[in-house]
């Protein structure tokens, strides 16, 4: 525990990002009508795509990485899934994984999961199943027959492996769209009585969506949604007491309330620590400081897969200057998230959430 505490006070001081949205892939079997990603998903070619041989000369160029997102597409369509991440694990030390999966395909899902829980002891793991409807509402939003149902044989297998590991979390994301915006009490309640989960996470549909109107939601609206949620986490302590994990919830009620404030005054609530602290990798190598601000800082395999050459490059400090000086502002909840970790002056609202949390 102590370890950990101090990797994350060293974090503070690293050169390189401690927070990495690795998007592995850009396919995907799941056509969702509110994706950000869908561009990339629709001219994916996989041979464009890094290989493990330049991911692992990306993670040598690393330093140690707190949280690492492996996202796509979607992220357990590539076979070497597993390998990728232990090779961030082995170089990089990381603590967490988050795995967020559209559950269409649950042997092989389970399957790679173990791999990685097995391989990893020392990592805790999130895997997070998306649940956007019930029954046929989900399969319509996500753009897949049956994918509800799927969702339901993904969560058994991985169910089963909790009595053979205690490194990981199974947890559910919602995104929050016009599709559902009126079913988010009837989705919530659905998993709290049919699944065991450690966590339920409502997302703002974001960035550019498949289908525009999926952002045809309104303020009032999501903040209900997401006091919901909040009274929701409030009440439900985690499966397993964790007092990062506990920490992270309280972190992620915080980023609710600065979305909120946000929205309502369109303006920056915490300074951005994205293209810093945190960072995003596409699957072709390129780095940008988020999923919305479409600046490239640069690409990886133009510059030896060395991502310090392209955070330190003018271009790199160009965006970074471009985030400051603009005073960026977005709903982005990974982002949000950071600024509260690294903002010492955020951590008195973090703290006043742990109380009730604990
Ligand atoms: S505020 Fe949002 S859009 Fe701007 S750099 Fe940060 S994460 Fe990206």
């Not at 996202?71 to 967490?96: Q, Y």
């Not at 895997?127 to 939003?141: N, P, Q, R, T």
């Not at 339901?152 to 492996?161: I, K, S």
């Not at 009440?235 to 909120?260: C, E, H, N, Q, Y």
Request: proline share 3%; hydrophobic share 35%; glycine share 4%.
């Amino acid at each position: 525990m102590a370890s950990k505490i101090l990797s994350l006070v060293k974090s503070f001081f690293s050169k390189t990002p401690s927070y990495v949205i690795f998007f592995i892939t850009a396919k995907c079997n799941s056509r969702c009508r509110m994706c950000f990603y869908w561009k990339n998903i629709e001219k994916h070619q996989e041979q464009k795509e890094l290989t493990i041989d330049e991911i692992k000369k990306i993670s040598r160029n690393l330093n140690n990485i707190q949280y690492l997102s492996v996202s796509g597409g979607e992220p357990t369509l590539r076979d070497d899934m597993p390998e990728i991440v232990k090779t961030f694990v082995k170089n990089n030390k990381v603590k967490f994984v988050s795995v967020p999966t559209n559950a269409l395909q649950p042997e092989r899902i389970a399957g790679l999961s173990e791999d990685m829980f097995r391989s990893c002891p020392g990592t805790s793991f999130r895997i997070a199943l998306s649940i956007d409807g019930i029954g046929k509402e989900h399969d319509d939003i996500r753009g897949v027959k049956g994918n509800f149902e799927k969702v339901g044989e993904t969560y058994r297998l991985l169910d089963r492996l909790r009595s053979k590991y205690r490194n990981f979390n199974i947890d559910v994301t919602t995104v929050y769209s016009s599709f559902n915006k009126d079913k988010i009490k009837d989705i919530f309640n659905w998993v709290e009585q049919n699944m065991k989960i450690d966590n339920h996470v409502l997302l703002l549909t974001r960035g550019n969506p498949r289908e525009g109107i999926a952002k045809d939601v309104t303020i009032e609206g999501y903040e209900k949604a997401a006091k919901f949620v909040e009274k929701r986490t409030f009440k439900k302590r985690g499966r397993r007491k964790d007092i990062r994990l506990t920490l992270l919830r309280a972190a992620k009620l915080v980023m609710r309330d600065v979305i909120s404030k946000t929205l309502k005054q369109k303006r920056m609530v915490l300074p951005c620590v994205a293209g810093d602290k945190f960072v995003i990798l596409n699957e072709t190598g390129k780095v940008y400081p988020c999923e919305l601000l479409s600046m490239e800082m640069g690409d990886l395999r133009q510059e030896n897969y060395d991502i310090k050459r392209i955070l330190f490059s003018a271009k790199g400090r160009k965006v970074k200057k471009f985030i400051k000086d603009t005073k960026c502002f977005c709903t982005f909840e990974c982002a949000i998230q950071n600024n509260i970790i690294y903002n010492p002056l955020a951590y008195p609202a973090v703290l006043k959430k742990l109380v009730f949390l604990r």
